[in-house]
């Protein structure tokens, strides 16, 4: 996983989207093992890319905090403020 995550950046640069994705691949596997400090590394990681590169309203931005919020839970860290955010559905 290392690997593939070391071709992505290199290929494609930290902030792209398939690279934060294999970011957010990489920590819910390092949560499911227990790592939950890697994984949460790694979650923010991934958010902050999916953020700068996608938007905050993002699906895939959402995705990578909601991995930050659980794993943060787990390690029984404190929650910062979220922002609210007004969402249009268009029909």
Do not use: W
């Amino acid at each position: 996983c290392e690997k593939a995550l070391m071709i992505r950046r290199r290929a494609l640069g930290e902030d792209h989207p398939d690279t934060a994705q294999t970011y957010n691949n990489m920590a819910t596997v390092y949560k499911s093992q227990g790592a939950y400090t890697k994984a949460l590394e790694y979650y923010e990681i991934a958010h902050a890319a999916f953020e700068r590169t996608l938007g905050a309203a993002h699906s895939n931005t959402e995705m990578a905090l909601h991995g930050v919020e659980r794993t943060r839970a787990a390690l029984e860290q404190p929650q910062p403020r979220r922002r609210s955010r007004k969402r249009c559905v268009v029909m």
